[in-house]
């Protein structure tokens, strides 16, 4: 059975610090794709980053780049997001998804498996 399963929110001041975990099982990271988004009250889902170590890529979303970092330990079957100087703005529910195809993708309907999300409060 596929699942993804996210751990690590909480609430944090601004400026602060978070990392978010995403475990997998049924499948391994190193051979698709995992994507983080999030979404806040009254806004869309949007994409925040995602990784394909099968390819090798990684994309980052224009508004947390340089501040949210996303990698893999293929060992745990496990990805991240590291995310620094975090903002008012990135309050939302936090969802890690796998695409179970090796490339990545920002569109939300391309992945096929999601976890229950896990929520980020950062208080100004």
């Known amino acids: 059975e596929v699942l993804v399963e996210e751990s690590g929110g909480g609430l944090v001041q601004a400026g602060g610090s978070l990392r978010l975990s995403c475990a997998a099982s049924?499948?391994?990271?190193?051979?698709?794709?995992i994507g983080w988004f999030r979404q806040a009250p009254g806004k869309e889902r949007e994409e925040v980053s995602c990784?394909?170590?099968?390819?090798?890529?990684?994309y980052v979303a224009d508004s947390v780049k340089g501040r949210f970092t996303i990698s893999s330990d293929n060992a745990k079957n496990t990805v991240y997001l590291q995310m620094n100087s975090l903002k008012p703005e990135d309050t939302a529910i936090y969802y890690c998804?796998?695409?179970?195809?090796?490339?990545?993708?920002?569109?939300?309907?391309?992945?096929?498996?999601w976890g229950q999300g896990t929520q980020v409060t950062v208080s100004s």
């Open positions: 998804a796998a695409r179970l195809k090796p490339g990545i993708s920002s569109f939300s309907y391309e992945y096929d498996y």
């Open positions: 049924g499948f391994s990271v190193d051979d698709y794709a």
């Open positions: 990784i394909s170590n099968h390819i090798g890529s990684i």
